[in-house]
């Protein structure tokens, strides 16, 4: 076997080691995401819950998301068919739009405190530091995320990722589209349970 082939695949193994620690971090967060949002149902049956509008630009940025992840799928075929500018211009749209959701996030967490919902202080109520939270952690990890797609990038420009070696933008894919479906079912989550 070539060496390029083995940079995607570790012999003897169904899948490449930086894949399965993927995984695992993937799972991890579906398990801290979890726990909040279940903390979220047990905190709001307790009483003193303040119910709130959720601002208008999460719907704005749950579309944003997902339309980053069609682009992003269209970097991951267009690396399979080596047409490299195809993946550059994937990647870039992506990152773009990755960085819109975080503004939009921001300007969600402005309407929230134009809404009175706080995340802490006198004026605050569990309800809205829940928000606050679930935003915020996902936000984080979108952050690395794009970090993720920023080195993908530099290794797309580098004529790094191409057909023989799709590890890197595999694994980003992958990322990309668990911190979509995040997003959308702790936006699902919310609508339905705020």
């Excluded at 109520?125 to 935003?135: E, H, R, T």
């Amino acid at each position: 076997m070539t060496p390029e082939i083995l940079a995607d695949k570790e012999t003897g193994l169904g899948w490449h080691p930086k894949r399965v620690l993927l995984i695992l971090l993937i799972f991890s967060i579906v398990m801290m995401f979890a726990a909040f949002t279940s903390g979220y149902i047990v905190r709001r049956d307790e009483g003193n819950w303040r119910e709130f509008d959720l601002p208008a630009s999460l719907l704005i940025n749950s579309i944003l998301i997902a339309l980053s992840s069609a682009s992003m799928q269209w970097a991951y075929f267009s690396a399979r068919k080596d047409e490299i500018s195809r993946v550059k211009t994937g990647l870039i749209i992506t990152l773009v739009l990755g960085l819109a959701f975080l503004v939009g996030q921001y300007h969600s967490f402005g309407d929230l405190v134009a809404g009175n919902t706080y995340f802490g202080g006198a004026d605050a109520n569990p309800s809205g530091s829940f928000v606050y939270v679930l935003m915020g952690v996902h936000a984080f990890h979108l952050v690395t995320g794009l970090i993720f797609l920023a080195v993908v990038l530099k290794r797309t420009l580098n004529y790094q990722v191409h057909s023989r070696a799709m590890l890197s933008i595999g694994n980003a894919t992958l990322y990309w589209h668990f911190l979509g479906g995040l997003w959308l079912y702790l936006y699902l989550f919310l609508l339905l349970n705020h």
